[in-house]
């Protein structure tokens, strides 16, 4: 997203989720719940939670859990994402992504008990074990099937929602599970599935293919989609394995409403990455709310999380407030710290800056000033990824002179190779993730707005020419851990010409599908 000296935004599609309504009704007729004991477990509750009947938001509040408190866990549900806890002379269920764990969470027992809840949809009960004692798992979405315990390895296969496969082994830390279905036999992520029987029970096995961690893995291509993937056969044929989802959050949004996309991605082959932003011109941030979402994010599978998006600009961050300081010690930081102890596999981004020249400290910082205040407030240690943003290209990547609105200083945005040595200079021990990279080309659709004149020379041509050189760049120069083409398939023009950036043209052809596909292996 582009800003410059005219003032003039270009939106990127935001994919807005609504926030659940939560029930305020008290009323609770408590059941027997008096076999159920003290585990040595505890939580920690990162905001003020609500205390429920039942596990979902779904069911009446009892009432509270205050921030900074800690209190016993006695049971979960099977996916672990719901806690039943002792909170004074009440017991209940929480969150469980917005708390701190204390202890070894699959040591707690799995309860069905709602203490009577009558939810409009009540979760499905707890499914027993075989009698012959061999643990079960019936997976809750479509979730893939891979060679090794990480989203890195390659995918097999695919169980589909509602089938239960038999669970021949584990990893050391019951994240991930090997299952064999309809003759496949691999990994898949157990937390996207309800375990029937004691997964402690199942060996633990090294059985699988080789790889690398997530975080550290090769070099991969994406494409930001419109809600969900309508063009896989576009996606597939330019060797893309990432899909881009932009989520606005609210304060008390439930990150279960973020599944959808992570199983659309999931389901069609590809890993899921979410970026995960505010509604614009936010007047302040309730940053433990975000990272009890994020946290909740990382626990539903999503393979990478973008910690907000364009912080240096007002409409993405309080006014007065836009700091790269607080961005780290109050967002990043925290965020990173609760996913990796969620799903440790899962990649963590920093935020991408907007690419602008333009400074006064107060509405809009410069994004070279503001990641090298990220960078000594000590982003390095938390994020595996940086995230850039390059959008206003109208040249080939390899040069750094020559763009239509350069004034004669060469400003880097303007340019691929300079936005890339300005971030891999300022981090130089990190990855970098082009989040968001993309040509325009009116070709097909008119005229631009006056704010993105810039780019009316720019041919469909050009567009994929320069995306496949600007991947093959990225490729070799063994610093960029992913590169989201911005973008697929979005339809919106006029002031806002998203649909220019979109490598789906008018009469649905991709001539940069083939180009980005020659610059993969």
């Not at 469980?96 to 707690?108: A, F, H, P, Q």
């Not at 006014?319 to 990796?340: D, E, F, R, T, W």
Request: hydrophobic share 35%.
């Amino acid at each position: 997203m582009k800003h410059r000296k005219s003032f003039l935004w270009r939106v990127s599609g935001i994919i807005l989720v609504a926030a659940l309504v939560l029930p305020m009704s008290v009323a609770w007729a408590q059941g027997d719940n008096s076999d159920l004991q003290q585990t040595g477990v505890t939580v920690t509750a990162t905001g003020n939670l609500y205390l429920r009947e039942g596990p979902g938001t779904n069911y009446p509040v009892v009432g509270w859990v205050l921030s900074g408190k800690t209190v016993p866990v006695l049971g979960r549900d099977a996916g672990s994402a719901w806690l039943f806890v002792e909170a004074g002379d009440k017991r209940g269920w929480i969150a469980g992504w917005y708390t701190v764990i204390n202890g070894d969470l699959n040591s707690v027992p799995i309860t069905d008990q709602t203490g009577g809840a009558t939810g409009n949809e009540v979760p499905p009960p707890v499914t027993q074990p075989p009698s012959d004692g061999s643990v079960t798992a019936t997976a809750r979405s479509s979730v893939n099937i891979r060679s090794g315990p990480s989203t890195s390895y390659k995918i097999l296969g695919y169980v589909p929602t509602g089938v239960t496969v038999p669970v021949n082994g584990r990893d050391s830390s019951n994240r991930w599970i090997y299952i064999t279905y309809n003759g496949i036999q691999g990994w898949t992520a157990a937390w996207l599935y309800t375990i029937n029987g004691d997964l402690n029970s199942v060996s633990i096995t090294e059985a699988g293919g080789s790889g690398v961690p997530t975080a550290s893995g090769g070099f991969e291509l994406g494409g930001q989609v419109p809600g969900s993937i309508a063009y896989l056969d576009q996606m597939n044929s330019a060797k893309m394995t990432w899909a881009k989802y932009q989520v606005v959050w609210h304060p008390g949004m439930d990150p279960g409403a973020t599944s959808g996309y992570i199983n659309d991605a999931h389901s069609r082959g590809f890993k899921a990455l979410l970026s995960v932003k505010g509604p614009l011109y936010p007047s302040g941030i309730d940053y433990n709310s975000y990272v009890g979402f994020v946290r909740g994010v990382a626990l539903l599978g999503a393979d990478a999380i973008e910690i907000w998006n364009e912080m240096n600009l007002d409409r993405e961050w309080p006014a007065g407030q836009i700091s790269p300081s607080s961005y780290v010690y109050n967002m990043l930081k925290p965020a990173y710290q609760a996913i990796k102890t969620t799903n440790p596999n899962t990649i963590v981004i920093a935020g991408a800056p907007s690419p602008t020249g333009v400074h006064n400290g107060v509405n809009i910082w410069a994004d070279d000033i503001y990641i090298a205040g990220m960078r000594d407030a000590g982003a390095a240690s938390y994020m595996d990824c940086m995230g850039v943003h390059y959008n206003s290209g109208a040249t080939s990547p390899d040069v750094t002179t020559g763009h239509p609105a350069d004034s004669g200083d060469h400003h880097y945005s303007w340019y691929y190779k300079s936005t890339y040595n300005l971030y891999a200079n300022t981090f130089p021990k990190n990855k970098l993730c082009f989040t968001e990279l993309g040509y325009l080309s009116p070709e097909g659709y008119g005229g631009l707005p006056s704010g993105f004149w810039w780019g009316s020379g720019t041919t469909v041509y050009e567009q994929a020419q320069w995306l496949g050189r600007a991947a093959s760049l990225a490729r070799s120069s063994g610093r960029v851990r992913m590169l989201i083409v911005f973008n697929v398939g979005f339809m919106h023009w006029s002031d806002d010409p998203q649909a220019g950036y979109s490598i789906i043209r008018p009469g649905g052809v991709c001539p940069a599908c083939s180009t980005l596909a020659a610059a993969m292996p």
